[in-house]
């Protein structure tokens, strides 16, 4: 996709997405139940040291709606994983900048002492460099138990800064280098919204990482990752029911049937658990406080749904 093409997206019909029970069309609308709740998120904070095109957060500079967690937002969540044993692998971070919380050395090393993998998703530029020491700290002591995925949203630099800004390239190239050069486990996400098919980008990406010695197998889509366009503006079919058939696709692959995050909104005492990274913002989608709170069906009531984990087939896992 052209730049250009990024500013020109068509606006989605405001019949779609309204009832959380039918479509507009007046079908029954598709619901995911959670079957085992493998991977729990924790958004850091909404705040972000750049500013990208369409990004599905809103994240940027300015963003604080969702306020910066801490160890003792996170304990209690980790308490009731062993409590109720639930089968949770991985705790995974995402932002805005999860490295522009202060206390995410300290959480990371919370949740890897209980045993548990953890995934960090980064821009790998300044907030994460500031944490270097840190971060080297937590490699020597834990090692694979935790893996860094750095977004490079196309093998192309220019193409890369058309969707993060002028003069993000660089200084993501730096640290992820970093990350190579000081063993820590990589994976990498792109994106999917240019004219070039998928052995194509990965081939392209395939060239950036042997370049730079950056060891992540292009050809592994569990390592490198490329998402579809989640931009929310964009119209979309509504999921129904008969979808799952006609698509050939199973309710139980999509990502909020393995998957919870917590989010804690500015000026709220407690944080809450939504379906997955997708929706930390909308009230209709919060599930309670706590995780067996979480276990209700998932109403596939909004166009990210459809865009980017049914039609898209895409998961924030790193598995």
Known sequence: ??????????????????????????????????????????????LCNITCRNCYMDSNPKNDALAYISEDDVRPYLDEIVLTQAPVEEIAFTGGEPFMNSRLPQILELCMERGFRTL????????MFHKRAQLAGLRERFGDALTIRVSMD???????????GPGTWAPMLDGLKWLAANGFKIAL?????????????????????????????????????L???????????EITVKCWDILGVAPE????ATSRMVVKRKGEPRPVVVPCTLLPYDAEFE??????DSGKVVKL???????FCVLGGASCSAE
């Open 189 to 225: 996400a792109g994106r999917t919204c240019w004219s070039e098919s998928e052995d194509a980008a990965r081939q392209g990406y395939a060239r950036v990482f042997a370049e730079h010695a950056i060891p992540v197998d292009a050809a592994d889509p569990a390592v490198l990752v």
């Open 253 to 256: 692959t999509m990502m909020c």
């Open 1 to 46: 996709m052209a730049t250009a093409d990024l500013l020109q997206q068509p606006i989605i019909d405001p019949r779609k997405f309204r009832d959380p029970d039918v479509t507009a069309n007046g079908e029954e609308r598709a619901v995911v139940a959670l079957t085992r709740l493998r991977t729990l998120w924790f958004n850091t904070g909404s």
């Open 120 to 127: 960090v998703l980064s821009n790998a530029m300044k907030p």
């Open 154 to 164: 196309h093998f192309d630099p220019a193409k890369h800064e058309a969707v993060r």
């Open 287 to 292: 599930m309670g406080e706590t995780l067996t």
């Open 301 to 307: 009531n909004h166009p990210h749904c459809a865009r």
């Open 227 to 237: 998402f579809p366009e989640m931009d929310a503006s964009v119209d979309v079919p």
